[in-house]
């Protein structure tokens, strides 16, 4: 099992309660990267939900995990991280096994108000490093060019874009990467 981590994605703010970077009221609590509860189904299902819906993602495959991350993701040998800030969980990334040494990075989601503060980031080294603590070899994922932010987390982390196997993703994933490791 993977310890919970404290992540300082940013750095604190500059006055108690205003940040110093996006100048909100809200302070920047530091954020701890923990691994699957039950208590937290919810919150994979609410975070994914919303950007699923917002860019009109959602398809079945999707309905499929929400609603039973245990028994489809956790029970197969995966794991699900999520980002808590204090008791608030925040953002969420899935390591879903498949065939052939091969870890799927799925279910990244971060929450709008803690967005830009390097907890994608966080939660994809989580998955790689779940995925090499059990000698994959190679983490895959699917997406959408229309997600640059995204994309462009990806490829800063060693992702390549290559075709998609037959079978693999979602009819509204233009984009399939892998990352060797």
Known sequence: PHDA??????PRAARPGVCRQCGRMTPHDPITLVTFRDEFVADFDRLNREWLVQGNFLEP?????LAAPRALIIDVGGEIFFALRGSDVVGTAAAIPHAGNVIELAKLAVAP?????GLGRA???AVIAFARSRHAARVVLTSNTRLTAAVSLYRSLGFEARECPPGFGYETADLYMELAL
Not at 5 to 10: I, M, Q
Not at 113 to 117: E, M, S, T, V
């Open 61 to 65: 495959a999707d309905e499929a995990y």
């Open 123 to 125: 939660l994809t080294d």
């Open 5 to 10: 981590k404290t992540v300082h994605a940013r």
């Open 113 to 117: 108000d803690a967005r830009g503060r």
